[in-house]
């Protein structure tokens, strides 16, 4: 199959904001939690940095393959 990358999906929880996503995410990653939530508005085509319940949001997560489920945080120049 292609050798693009294949970034991590979530559904948006209530509660769920941009900015806790982000604390969550991009605290092992290089990038700021501003330069993540930029990149998640971008590339999930928001309009607004509104979310909510039900969405559905690609995160600059790399799935990785492993037996323990963690992910690896890559950062994106495009």
């Known amino acids: 199959m292609g050798g693009g990358v294949s970034y991590h ?3 948006v929880q209530d509660g769920d904001t941009l900015w806790t996503i982000a ?3 991009s605290s092992d990653s ?3 939690t ?7 508005g971008e590339r999930n ?3 607004t940095y509104t979310i ?3 969405d559905s ?5 790399e ?4 037996i323990n489920g963690d992910y690896q945080y890559v950062m994106n120049e495009e």
């Open 34 to 40: 501003d330069e993540f939530i930029k990149w998640v």
């Open 9 to 11: 999906s979530i559904e």
């Open 63 to 66: 799935k990785k393959l492993g």
């Open 45 to 47: 085509n928001l309009s």
């Open 23 to 25: 604390e969550e995410y």
């Open 57 to 61: 949001l690609v995160l600059p997560v």
């Open 52 to 54: 909510s319940a039900g």
């Open 30 to 32: 290089s990038m700021s």
